[in-house]
């Protein structure tokens, strides 16, 4: 017991002092936080020269938003001037009045709530104790430690971890997902299905994008079985993702056509197919996909949105396609790619165009631009 209260003091010291550290550094992290921001407006000073150059942006404006940028700069500054001298004058009577207050409450208010609430008598719960508890009464996360426990000391048990790897691809862990799946192959043998998975969960590893080591998985789940429906799809989304529209869209047909009418990926293969023919995704579309699961509401998202993007590569005239396109990413979160998108349709209509000043202002709208601000 008289240790327990020793270590207890002990951490009760160290809890005190991590309260005091943020004060004392404030000054400093406050500094830093300017540079970034210095820093930050420097980079789009660079940044607005070789739109400038590459003539992505006109004359024009580009004074102007150099002329603001400046402006933020001399801001940024004098309110760095500004906070310094305030917080200077106050920053020592403070900091050691709050210090003190921090090092008398936290282990008044903790040692007087664990003498109420506490029970330092209770025998110690070690995790092996804890893995070895009620399954039905452990969270996810407990359950999956067990399983990698058990892995660890069964590295040959299969069927382990080919329960685990679906878990891990649900929780986006994918790189652990795929890991998980070469090991079900090497141990339980190939299958169309493990192979399938594998390169579902390469995909996601990948954001989205179908890679070659994903192709060459789903191509081993077709040898095993031509009718996976889960390889087919990614099949005609990398044909559709290398701009291969026509091929893309006659493999989702097919699909939507030989599939059962229970199949969740034959409404998967005839969204992704129709999208080829329209102008992408609409909001319409989205909001009916709500009644998928999560991973495949975001396969089918993704395999339309890959073949919007691939025809606007060869047909980038048409402005609501561009529109739709840079709604679609914002939906998935790839902002990086939204903005490489409105790059490549300003280039197509121009900067100064009456397009590309609209395509300009809907961004900006979504929250994106063509300085990646």
Avoid: C
């Avoid at 003091?9 to 309260?19: G, P």
């Avoid at 903790?110 to 508890?133: E, I």
């Avoid at 102008?279 to 009916?288: F, L, T, Y």
């Avoid at 609501?320 to 840079?326: D, K």
Wanted: no cysteine.
């Amino acid at each position: 017991m008289l240790l327990f209260w020793v270590l207890a003091a002990l951490m009760t010291f160290a809890a005190a002092l991590a309260v005091m550290l943020p004060f004392l550094r404030r000054r400093e992290e406050a500094t830093a936080g300017s540079a970034h921001d210095l820093a930050v407006y420097r980079d789009q000073l660079a940044e607005l020269e070789q739109e400038l150059a590459r003539g992505l942006i006109s004359r024009p404006d580009a004074q102007q938003a150099r002329a603001e940028i400046g402006r933020r700069i001399l801001r940024l500054q004098e309110e760095e001037k500004a906070a310094g001298q305030s917080v200077q004058a106050r920053r020592a009577g403070t900091v050691r009045a709050i210090a003190a207050a921090a090092v008398l409450a936290v282990p008044a208010v903790s040692w007087g709530l664990y003498a109420f609430l506490g029970s330092p008598g209770l025998p110690a719960l070690p995790l092996a104790a804890r893995l070895n508890a009620d399954p039905a009464q452990a969270p996810l996360e407990e359950l999956i430690a067990r399983a990698e426990a058990h892995l660890a000391d069964n590295p040959q048990d299969a069927r382990g971890w080919e329960v685990l790897a679906p878990v891990y691809a649900r929780l986006g862990r994918f790189g652990d997902a795929a890991a998980a799946y070469r090991r079900t192959i090497a141990l339980a043998g190939p299958s169309a299905a493990r192979h399938a998975a594998l390169g579902e969960a390469l995909v996601g590893e990948a954001s989205g994008i179908v890679t070659a080591d994903a192709e060459a998985a789903f191509a081993e789940a077709l040898g095993l079985d031509a009718d996976n429906p889960r390889a087919r799809f990614f099949i005609a989304m990398a044909r559709a993702q290398e701009g291969k529209t026509e091929e893309a869209r006659a493999l989702w047909q097919q699909m939507a056509a030989e599939l059962p009418p229970d199949s969740p990926w034959r409404e998967m293969a005839g969204q992704a197919a129709a999208s080829l023919s329209a102008a992408g995704p609409s909001e319409a579309d989205i909001a009916a996909a709500q009644d998928m699961s999560p991973e495949a509401r975001r396969e089918m998202i993704e395999g339309m949105v890959a073949g919007l993007d691939a025809r606007l590569r060869e047909e980038p005239g048409d402005a609501e396609a561009w529109r739709r396109l840079l709604r679609s990413y914002v939906v998935l979160d790839r902002r990086e790619e939204a903005r490489a998108a409105l790059q490549r349709a300003l280039a197509a209509f121009g900067a100064d165009s009456r397009e590309g000043q609209a395509l300009a202002e809907f961004a900006r709208e979504l929250g994106i631009d063509d300085e990646g601000r």
